[in-house]
């Protein structure tokens, strides 16, 4: 099975900060690496599918890069209501294994 | 508008048994791979299965592998997951998902259905 790390575990940012969290898998992965938002309380939303390719209705300031076994979510212009867990999850071979989660603060 | 809306869970000894379903509305269901994801209380997300949308390909996680069987009703635009023996590790909340894009990412969630294994 490929494994998918995440890091940071957890961050604290402010409003109008630029983040990027990043996800790492133990085998090669091609493009099929996704973005997943997930607030308290509520179930996850897709953000970015495929790498880089923004999800219908996810805000822009939301972009995603990275290939092969390497990726990253960049939020550029941190907004209040970005406060959630994100997720990775490799889609390019079952088992699709998510990342543990990175927990974004926002100050 | 897309919807999922889970149900079937429950609290089950160790052991049992349980079936979850997934009513799909607002797309055509047979037309799209449907996924099963669990979060433990306080945990992150854990892939479970896969069903293409004609049913003929299926895939476990190792974890479940053996105890759930992932299956769906196109007639009925339900998806279902039968779970047996199960143990309290299973405990969680239980989402299913809407393939799209091809690339086998989740794009529609619904609301999870809640499964408590104690005895």
């Known amino acids: 099975d490929i494994q998918v790390a995440q890091s940071p575990s957890s961050l604290s940012a402010s409003v109008g900060d630029t983040v990027t969290l990043t996800c790492q898998t133990s085998?090669?992965?091609?493009?099929?690496l996704n973005w997943y938002q997930q607030k308290r309380g509520q179930a996850p939303k897709l953000l970015i599918y495929a790498a880089f390719n923004l999800h219908a209705g996810a805000p822009s300031r939301f972009s995603g890069s990275g290939s092969g076994t390497q990726f990253s979510l960049t939020i550029t212009g941190l907004q209040p209501e970005d406060s959630a867990t994100y997720y990775c999850q490799q889609s390019y071979s079952a088992p699709y294994t998510f990342g543990q989660g990175t927990k974004l603060d926002i100050k | 508008e897309e919807k999922l809306l889970e149900s079937g869970g429950g609290v089950v000894q160790p052991g049992g048994s349980l079936r979850l379903s997934c009513a799909a509305s607002g797309f055509k269901f047979n037309g799209f791979p449907m996924h099963w994801v669990r979060q433990a209380p306080g945990k992150g997300l854990e892939w479970l299965s896969l069903i293409s949308g004609d049913g003929s390909y299926i895939h476990y996680a190792d974890s479940v592998k053996g105890r759930f069987t992932i299956s769906r009703d196109n007639s009925q635009e339900s998806l279902h997951l039968q779970m047996n023996s199960l143990t309290t590790e299973d405990s969680a909340l239980y989402y299913c998902?809407?393939?799209?894009?091809?690339?086998?990412?989740?794009?529609?969630w619904g609301q999870g259905t809640l499964v408590f294994v104690s005895s």
């Open positions: 998902t809407k393939e799209a894009y091809g690339t086998s990412s989740s794009a529609l």
């Open positions: 085998h090669y992965v091609d493009k099929f």
